[in-house]
Every structure is written in structure tokens, then in C-alpha cells.
């Protein structure tokens, strides 16, 4: 018993005084009214006038030795009280620092709580957080959207160079009388001006006439980040609205499932996002569609067969051949023998 009272007459010792202003916080051992010389009832504007007063006396700029109201002060001195002078006023003119260095006032005891409101406050970013994530979505958009169209722009220059779209889309120039009008006026233009116009022609017909789905698809304003959150009350309440029609629908009523609804159902199981179940061509969608595998047991089915279909792939491809080779040898071992 005796020895747990010293434990804790030495732990008392070591903690700081409860009465004592708190070193290191606001302004440390004195009181940042009476560095002003206001009363604890000062309203912002006597703190404020009383700031300036004597900040004009202590400015290290405007110090002269022998100056009324300085006396014995050198420039140290002077400039040690207007570093003072501003923590006092810093402290003093917000509401929420000044409640805090008077709750520290009237309450010393809860130490450790006045150190964590302090350095809470001074660790806080003083940029409106909302500001910082606002500025992180604008810019995340713009740059999805300026990718977005670089590899729209990169599949369109591609396609124009394809022989099979290139001549559908000369096809259909022609048709519309489009590249009639540039031989007309081949005779009063420069060749490679008329060449030019031509492509573009042909550049534009590709981009009216093909659909480019997938990763390449033209970009749409409403896919980028900045909209789905705006927009992301209306989506969550169209999908509840979705979801409960779809339950009445075919849960309840026992309705059978309608085109849409299976190939739904058929890209669920196959855990493929819309853009790239769209980027799907028509006839893979109508032998999903044939096989029925909308039904959990005919996926199953050939999902197995896809498996193996890929495992006699990799069986009989020379490139895997050689890999399980190096990989039998061991990574250590070369070998230039060739399939």
C-alpha cells in the first residue's frame, strides 16, 4: 500500500501544475489579454485598437532607440514583444480560438484537452476541404474526358485507313453527290487542298455511319466523374424504381423474360460491364441468346466448355508449349531449342 502511494506522489510530481498557463500554447506564461492590455468583456474592436496601438510602438520597422514608451527596450526586446503582441491578437480576434483560450482560463486542470483543441486547430488545413475535393473531381473529369476523346480521335484515324470502311464510306460520298462537288472544283483549287477535303468527307461518314462501342466509343458528357455524382441521386432512385418493377415483374407475376431482360441476365453471369457486353458483335449476342444461357445450368455449361476450348488452345499453341517447356526446365536453365 505504502508503495503505490509513492508511485503515485511521483506520477503528481511529474505532471504539470494545474494552475500554471501552459508553455508552448497560445501565449505560453502570460495572459494574451493583459499582453493587450484589455479586460476578459473586450469586444473585437477595443481588441483590435488595442493591437494596433501597440503593434506601431514594437514594430521592429518604426523602432527607435530612446522612443516614449521605450525605454530600455532594445531591438530584440521590442521585436520578442510584437511577436507577442500578434500570437495575442491571432488568439483573440476568432471566436473559436478565443472560447477555447478561455475555456483554458477557467479550466487549467483539463490539460491535455487544451493541448489537443491548440494543436487541432493549428493542424487543420485552412482550405475549405470541400474546396480541395470539388477542384480533385473537376480535374479527374477533364482529364477523363480529354482521354476519352483522344481514343475516340485514335480509332476514327484508324478506321479511315481500313479498306473495307474506307470504300463504304467513298461509296456513300458518292451517292450523296459529296465528292462530286470537290471534282468540280478540281481545276480552280490546289490538289492537295481537294485531296484534303476529301478525306475529311470520307473522315466524317465514318463517324455518322460507324458505331464504335467499347473503350473506343465516342465520349458522352454524363459518363464523367463530376456528372455521375451530381447525377447519382437520380440514378440510385431509377435503379430502386429498376429493381422493384423487375421483382413484381418476373418474381411475382412470373413474367417470361424479354430479349433485353436475357441478355441482362446473360452479362450478370458473365460478370461483363455494359460497355464491354456492347462492344460484343450481333451474332456472339444471338448465340448467347440460341443457347439460352440466361439459364444458370446452360452457362454453367458453357462456361465448362469455354474452359476447355482454352485449355486444348494453350495445349496445342506452340507459345505455351515453349513456356511449360522453360518452366519444366526451371527459370534458371536457358534452352534454344524451338517448336
Same mark, same amino acid.
Given at each position: 500500500?505504502?508503495?503505490?502511494r509513492? $508511485? /503515485?506522489?511521483?506520477?503528481?510530481?511529474?505532471?504539470?501544475?494545474a494552475?500554471?498557463?501552459?508553455d508552448?500554447?497560445?501565449?505560453?506564461?502570460?495572459?494574451?489579454?493583459? $499582453?493587450?492590455? $484589455?479586460?476578459?468583456?473586450?469586444?473585437?474592436?477595443?481588441i483590435?485598437?488595442?493591437?494596433? &496601438?501597440?503593434?506601431?510602438?514594437?514594430h521592429?520597422?518604426?523602432?527607435?532607440?530612446?522612443?516614449?514608451?521605450?525605454?530600455g527596450?532594445?531591438?530584440?526586446?521590442?521585436?520578442q514583444?510584437?511577436?507577442?503582441?500578434?500570437t495575442?491578437?491571432?488568439?483573440?480576434?476568432?471566436?473559436?480560438?478565443?472560447k477555447?483560450?478561455?475555456?483554458?482560463?477557467?479550466?487549467?486542470?483539463?490539460?491535455?484537452?487544451?493541448?489537443?483543441?491548440?494543436?487541432?486547430?493549428?493542424?487543420?488545413?485552412?482550405?475549405?476541404?470541400?474546396?480541395?475535393?470539388?477542384?480533385?473531381?473537376?480535374? /479527374?473529369?477533364?482529364?477523363?474526358y480529354?482521354?476519352?476523346?483522344?481514343?475516340?480521335?485514335?480509332?476514327?484515324?484508324?478506321?479511315?485507313?481500313?479498306?473495307?470502311?474506307?470504300?463504304?464510306?467513298?461509296?456513300?460520298?458518292?451517292?450523296?453527290?459529296?465528292?462530286?462537288?470537290?471534282?468540280?472544283?478540281?481545276?480552280?483549287?490546289?490538289?492537295?487542298?481537294?485531296r484534303?477535303?476529301?478525306e475529311? /468527307?470520307?473522315?466524317? /461518314?465514318?463517324k455518322?455511319?460507324?458505331d464504335?462501342?467499347?473503350?473506343? &466509343?465516342?465520349?458522352?458528357?454524363?459518363?464523367?466523374?463530376?456528372?455521375?455524382?451530381?447525377?447519382?441521386?437520380?440514378?440510385?432512385c431509377?435503379?430502386?424504381?429498376?429493381?422493384?418493377?423487375? $421483382?413484381?415483374?418476373?418474381?411475382?407475376?412470373?413474367?417470361?423474360?424479354?430479349?433485353?431482360?436475357?441478355?441482362?441476365?446473360?452479362?450478370?453471369?458473365?460478370?461483363?460491364?455494359?460497355v &464491354?457486353?456492347?462492344?460484343?458483335?450481333?451474332? &456472339?449476342?444471338?448465340?448467347?441468346?440460341?443457347?439460352?444461357?440466361?439459364?444458370?445450368?446452360?452457362?454453367?455449361?458453357?462456361?465448362?466448355?469455354?474452359?476447355?476450348?482454352?485449355?486444348?488452345?494453350?495445349?496445342?499453341?506452340?507459345?505455351?508449349?515453349?513456356?511449360?517447356?522453360?518452366?519444366?526446365?526451371?527459370?534458371?536453365?536457358?534452352?534454344?531449342?524451338d517448336?
Amino acid at each position: 500500500m505504502g508503495t503505490f502511494r509513492n $508511485v /503515485i506522489f511521483i506520477l503528481t510530481l511529474c505532471l504539470p501544475s494545474a494552475t500554471a498557463l501552459i508553455d508552448g500554447l497560445y501565449c505560453g506564461k502570460h495572459i494574451c489579454y493583459d $499582453v493587450l492590455g $484589455v479586460k476578459r468583456d473586450a469586444s473585437k474592436s477595443e481588441i483590435a485598437r488595442a493591437y494596433r &496601438q501597440l503593434a506601431r510602438r514594437f514594430h521592429p520597422d518604426r523602432y527607435r532607440a530612446g522612443d516614449p514608451g521605450l525605454e530600455g527596450e532594445t531591438r530584440e526586446s521590442a521585436q520578442q514583444k510584437f511577436l507577442l503582441l500578434a500570437t495575442a491578437y491571432e488568439t483573440l480576434k476568432d471566436e473559436e480560438s478565443r472560447k477555447d483560450y478561455d475555456n483554458m482560463l477557467d479550466h487549467p486542470e483539463e490539460y491535455y484537452r487544451h493541448y489537443y483543441a491548440y494543436y487541432r486547430r493549428r493542424l487543420t488545413p485552412k482550405v475549405d476541404i470541400r474546396i480541395v475535393i470539388l477542384v480533385t473531381v473537376c480535374a /479527374i473529369s477533364v482529364f477523363q474526358y480529354y482521354s476519352w476523346w483522344s481514343s475516340y480521335t485514335e480509332a476514327i484515324n484508324y478506321l479511315v485507313t481500313v479498306p473495307k470502311y474506307r470504300l463504304q464510306a467513298t461509296e456513300l460520298a458518292k451517292q450523296q453527290g459529296l465528292l462530286n462537288k470537290t471534282k468540280k472544283a478540281r481545276n480552280r483549287r490546289p490538289k492537295e487542298e481537294v485531296r484534303e477535303e476529301e478525306e475529311e /468527307i470520307i473522315r466524317d /461518314i465514318i463517324k455518322n455511319k460507324i458505331d464504335i462501342k467499347g473503350g473506343y &466509343q465516342k465520349p458522352n458528357i454524363l459518363d464523367i466523374l463530376l456528372c455521375q455524382i451530381v447525377l447519382f441521386p437520380y440514378y440510385a432512385c431509377a435503379y430502386v424504381v429498376w429493381y422493384c418493377n423487375w $421483382v413484381y415483374r418476373f418474381s411475382i407475376c412470373r413474367e417470361e423474360y424479354g430479349e433485353a431482360e436475357k441478355l441482362y441476365i446473360i452479362r450478370k453471369y458473365m460478370r461483363m460491364s455494359q460497355v &464491354q457486353f456492347d462492344s460484343l458483335d450481333e451474332q &456472339q449476342k444471338n448465340t448467347f441468346l440460341e443457347r439460352q444461357l440466361w439459364i444458370k445450368e446452360n452457362y454453367q455449361l458453357y462456361k465448362e466448355e469455354q474452359e476447355e476450348e482454352m485449355k486444348v488452345k494453350m495445349a496445342t499453341d506452340p507459345r505455351w508449349k515453349r513456356y511449360r517447356r522453360w518452366m519444366k526446365n526451371g527459370p534458371g536453365r536457358m534452352t534454344f531449342i524451338d517448336d
